[in-house]
């Protein structure tokens, strides 16, 4: 029955009304309190991001906000680190980690009117404790104030050759050479025979080694152990320090290089291993001239495949330590692992520092179905061929016309 009129209200029920809406007032109160705590822990989400970028921007820029300054020129002698790509305001954050200026403001202030603060080049720079803002700027900008780098060249040994009355300086030599500097008034370096030692004594772990090369490194002789881990290239040296620690800085340097030149990771199509790869590059590098590394490479490949022995005097003249071109009967007659006139097969080890152009060879080979080859030209353009005869031709020609 209809109850429009209200008739037949039960007061219980109406009494329970209020009751119902009491509970939803406090239903909604509560999820308006769920809101806020929820915004509230936004709110301090947001603050902590913002607080810790602030303090990064502190850790980084420290000292900048400062306008302490010293006076003078310096006082005691100390080496800091440029990075690749640091800005003004981070070099200013290192010279005062390194307590050559009083803050890094004064760095920063000096260096507003000296734009060449801008093209300050990555390395080492022997600077001084407690140097005013202006003395730090003008001996950043000093070329002389930047320690050298070390050049390495394709296809230069780890020691020293001797060619006729001229020393050709090895990998070692180089680095010793770098690794002086005058500090607090006396030279200190180290020697090519303490960088040597340090090389083939320690643990190929600790000198940086790549995982890819390790097991070859362990199985090689020691003086040959680090042969083409170096390639060529431009390093940076930092002097003061110990043997060991100069030679794993080159060493994890040049693994960067060798990780963009396509080693390890481009090997992997190639049938060899990324070891086998660096040690073909370092042949290639000493057989021919850039715009050949493409064939030789290709007769590599194809004489690995054959399998016929390499018969490079490269190979030959790396373990005599000889620079020669050619090799004579008794060399080539001589039992060993670097003579691949008897030994068929890739050297145990690399035998130069290889460049990024005989890596991408090495890589990729030009192709076809070349066998031989020999320099043909005075410039040192060499000529290919297929077959063991039509090689023999075009070498008696280059030896008639004084080629070599």
Request: hydrophobic fraction near 35%; charge should be neutral.
């Amino acid at each position: 029955m209809s109850d429009d009129l209200g008739l037949f209200t039960d007061p219980e029920v109406e009494e329970r009304r209020p009751l119902r809406r009491e509970r939803d007032n406090s239903a909604r109160k509560k999820a308006k309190k769920r809101k806020k705590t929820i915004l509230w822990l936004v709110v301090a989400m947001v603050l902590a991001v913002g607080m810790g970028g602030a303090y990064y921007g502190y850790r980084e820029l420290r000292g900048i906000g400062s306008y302490d300054d010293y006076t003078g020129s310096g006082e005691a002698d100390t080496i800091v680190e440029v990075q690749d790509g640091d800005p003004a305001s981070k070099i200013a954050s290192t010279l005062y980690d390194n307590g050559v200026v009083a803050s890094g403001r004064a760095f920063i202030e000096a260096s507003k009117n000296d734009a060449r603060v801008t093209s300050i080049q990555p390395g080492f720079y022997l600077m001084k404790t407690k140097m005013s803002g202006q003395q730090a700027v003008a001996r950043m900008v000093d070329p002389k104030t930047r320690v050298p780098a070390v050049q390495i060249v394709g296809g230069i040994k780890l020691t020293d050759i001797k060619v006729g009355d001229k020393l050709v300086k090895g990998i070692y030599s180089q680095l010793a050479d770098a690794s002086c500097t005058e500090k607090d008034g006396q030279k200190t370096c180290l020697t090519g025979d303490e960088i040597k030692a340090a090389a083939e004594q320690t643990d190929p772990v600790a000198l940086g080694v790549p995982d890819w090369a390790l097991a070859d490194v362990k199985k090689a002789e020691p003086q040959y152990r680090l042969e083409g881990l170096i390639m060529r290239g431009v390093y940076q040296v930092k002097p003061g320090v110990s043997a060991v620690e100069l030679i794993r800085g080159v060493v994890v340097s040049s693994t960067q290089k060798l990780q963009g030149a396509g080693i390890p990771g481009g090997t992997m199509n190639t049938g060899f291993r990324p070891y086998e790869v660096l040690v073909i590059a370092s042949l290639i590098e000493k057989e021919a001239i850039e715009k050949d590394f493409g064939k030789v490479s290709q007769v590599i490949y194809n004489r690995l495949k054959e399998p016929m022995a390499l018969q490079f005097d490269s190979t030959i003249n790396y373990k005599n330590n000889q620079p020669h071109i050619r090799t004579s009967d008794a060399d080539r007659n001589r039992q060993g692992p670097y003579n691949t006139y008897l030994t068929q097969g890739l050297t145990p080890t690399p035998i130069g520092s290889p460049s990024q152009q005989a890596i991408a060879a090495a890589l990729k080979p030009e192709g076809g179905d070349i066998m031989y080859f020999v320099k043909c030209q005075k410039d040192g353009t060499s000529c290919f061929s297929k077959t063991y005869e039509e090689h023999q031709a075009i070498d008696q020609k280059a030896q008639r016309e004084g080629v070599y």
